[in-house]
């Protein structure tokens, strides 16, 4: 049995000790007697913020989600919200979970001890989606709030999600400075875990109703939808928090043939019917599918467990359902945006899109075309949020997203909305119909009128600690000993995020500096116009890859054949890095 670093084993014997339950001191105990490396697992570092929060496996330790890491959490963000707003009488907060396993017993752990605080605490009634909790913390004058779920992540996983007064997820200096409070709680007495019940107030339908509201009031042809109404869609939840709002959401656009897979209609954490509860892979999918051949449906929409991603089927040229990537949903909707906007004469020269560094170039290259600014931001949606806060009162925001199948259309809420995303795109759809076309036919045309994009990811995961050394080595290696060429071609431009510093490589000394925060990314942009990033995951031990080229498109009719081309130029590329 290999032996546990001391720091470890230190860190393992505090948790045998002080106001830990008995249960958990139990559980320590037998990691310490029969199981080392996960001994090391759970105890090797403390959970921090990354781009999606608090998120980790649950079980004891202070590398896992549980009753003590949420309350550290909880009471650390709580004095940082009294430092932050010491003129407020009394701090607002709203709560919400999804559907996994132990949200529940979170949320109620992170009431009581916000109300102990002497917090007013919004607590919804039941589980509700990300977008919504957003949503709430506007509508309801609220300093900050807390949404309980790991998102897409396994069933092992939960997390914590912790947003500001404009309904976005914490940035700089926020973020930092909430984990700099946690890390100052030393004994578990410094946590208030007593509540005050007379401090929760209880949300339920009256915020659904206001929500769906605010829905509908961004659509841009509520007539189209009710000229076809008739669209045949199914939708699945994937077991999670959409179950109830993204049906009533398209029936309130109009949308009256709306089908569920009722096996994953079930509230489950352990999402019995998929291996992985992720919109982004096919298998999540598949029932879903299987319900649209039975019906025939124009449009098959999937979203995660909270809500806040959607992965999107429709029909090719054969009548085949064909599973947009994140990129080309993206593609849809924000062409589909500016097409209304002109329309409607709503363009003025104030306008803007938001998307990751890591998304389509495709997305700003249609935005400019329209006289409407694009901005780049750093993956993770919380700087979408950031840069809508920032531009607010200056420009109006149109949409926004990321290839991770986040999108955001309006600014009523603040964070990656997969309800808002699932009525616009089944409205684009029926826009496309009006117009003669189905959304596959659309997408081709846009990249016949603004060349072909064609982006892949490879992720490579490196479990536990072993792993994110590998990672932070690989990272390294990258940016201090760049290859000269890749797959061939010269690399034009090294985009370094980290040293925020822009390198034109056919020039000494050639540097620009790059207006974003510091973050562990590096691009590679080819002479041939590809481009390579790569960034570790800032939620899970993986390290991911993001390659892009594009190419003219005549035609139509020429798709297939240049879309081929791109696809073995980009695995021509992954080969060459020895990457798989």
Same mark, same amino acid.
Do not use: W
């Given at each position: 049995m290999n032996p546990v670093d001391e720091a470890i084993m230190k860190k393992a014997r505090q948790w045998m000790e002080g106001d830990f339950d008995e249960e958990t001191r139990n559980q320590v105990k037998t990691l310490m007697e029969n199981d080392p490396k996960e001994l090391t697992e759970a105890f090797y570092r403390d959970l921090e913020f990354g781009t999606g929060g608090l998120r980790g496996i649950m079980g004891v330790g202070t590398n896992r989600m549980n009753k003590y890491t949420v309350g550290m959490a909880t009471q650390g963000f709580a004095n940082y919200l009294k430092q932050s707003f010491p003129e407020k009488d009394q701090i607002r907060v709203a709560i919400a979970h999804d559907c996994r396993n132990n949200s529940t017993f979170f949320t109620e752990i992170t009431a009581?001890?916000?109300?102990?605080?002497?917090?007013?605490?919004?607590?919804?009634?039941?589980?509700?989606? @990300?977008?919504?909790?957003?949503?709430?913390?506007?509508h309801l004058?609220?300093?900050?709030?807390?949404?309980?779920?790991?998102? +897409?992540n396994p069933k092992e996983y939960n997390g914590y999600k912790v947003y500001w007064e404009d309904g976005g997820q914490l940035i700089v200096p926020h973020d930092k400075n909430v984990i700099r409070e946690v890390q100052k709680i030393k004994e578990l007495s410094q946590?208030?875990?007593?509540?005050? &019940?007379? +401090?929760? &107030?209880?949300?339920?339908?009256?915020?659904?109703?206001?929500?769906?509201?605010?829905?509908?009031?961004?659509?841009?042809?509520?007539?189209?939808?009710?000229?076809?109404?008739?669209?045949?869609?199914?939708? @699945?939840?994937? +077991?999670?928090?959409?179950?109830?709002?993204?049906p009533m959401a398209l029936n309130a656009y109009g949308f009256k043939k709306v089908f569920s897979v009722p096996e994953q209609d079930v509230v489950s954490g352990d999402f019995p019917t998929v291996v992985s509860p992720n919109p982004e892979e096919s298998a999540a999918l598949k029932m879903a599918l299987e319900k649209a051949e039975e019906v025939d449906a124009d449009l098959v929409m999937a979203t995660d467990p909270d809500a806040d991603r959607v992965g999107v089927a429709v029909k090719d040229?054969? *009548?085949?359902?064909?599973?947009?990537? *994140?990129?080309?949903?993206?593609t849809i909707l924000i062409y589909y945006l500016l097409e209304k906007w002109k329309e409607k004469e709503k363009l003025t020269g104030?306008? #803007?899109?938001?998307? @990751?560094?890591?998304? @389509?170039?495709?997305?700003?290259?249609?935005?400019?075309? #329209? *006289?409407?600014?694009? #901005?780049?931001?750093?993956?993770?949606?919380?700087?979408?949020?950031e840069k809508i806060r920032l531009l607010e009162g200056k420009k109006t925001f149109i949409g926004g997203g990321e290839e991770s199948y986040g999108y955001l259309v309006g600014d009523f809420v603040r964070d990656k909305d997969a309800i808002v995303s699932c009525c616009i795109i089944a409205e684009a759809a029926a826009w496309a119909r009006e117009n003669g076309k189905t959304l596959y036919e659309l997408l081709i045309d846009i990249y016949v009128k603004f060349d072909l994009h064609y982006e892949k990811l490879l992720s490579l995961t490196k479990k536990g600690k072993a792993g994110m050394e590998e990672i932070q080595q690989m990272m390294e290696k990258y940016r201090k000993e760049p290859p000269g060429k890749i797959n061939g071609q010269r690399i034009a431009t090294i985009k370094d995020y980290k040293a925020g510093v822009e390198k034109d490589m056919f020039y000494v000394n050639k540097h620009y500096p790059i207006d974003l925060p510091s973050a562990n990314v590096l691009q590679f942009l080819l002479e041939d116009g590809s481009k390579i990033t790569m960034r570790p995951s800032g939620t899970e031990p993986k390290i991911k890859f993001y390659f892009g080229s594009e190419a003219a498109l005549e035609s139509a009719e020429e798709f297939e054949n240049t879309l081929a081309k791109l696809e073995d130029k980009i695995d021509s590329i992954i080969e060459s890095m020895k990457l798989e």
């Open positions: 009581e001890i916000f109300s102990a605080n002497g917090f007013k605490v919004f607590l919804f009634d039941a589980l509700r989606p @990300t977008p919504q909790l957003s949503f709430a913390i506007r004058g609220c300093q900050g709030g807390v949404m309980i779920t790991a998102s +897409h946590v208030r875990f007593s509540g005050k &019940e007379k +401090h929760i &107030e209880t949300l339920g339908a009256e915020i659904d109703e206001a929500y769906i509201e605010a829905v509908k009031g961004v659509s841009l042809s509520p007539e189209l939808c009710q000229k076809h109404q008739d669209l045949k869609i199914v939708f @699945t939840p994937i +077991h999670g928090t959409a179950v109830k709002l993204a040229k054969n *009548g085949k359902y064909l599973l947009l990537n *994140g990129n080309q949903t993206a104030k306008e #803007y899109i938001v998307k @990751t560094i890591v998304t @389509t170039e495709l997305l700003k290259k249609m935005a400019l075309s #329209y *006289g409407v600014d694009c #901005y780049d931001v750093l993956t993770g949606f919380k700087f979408i949020a």
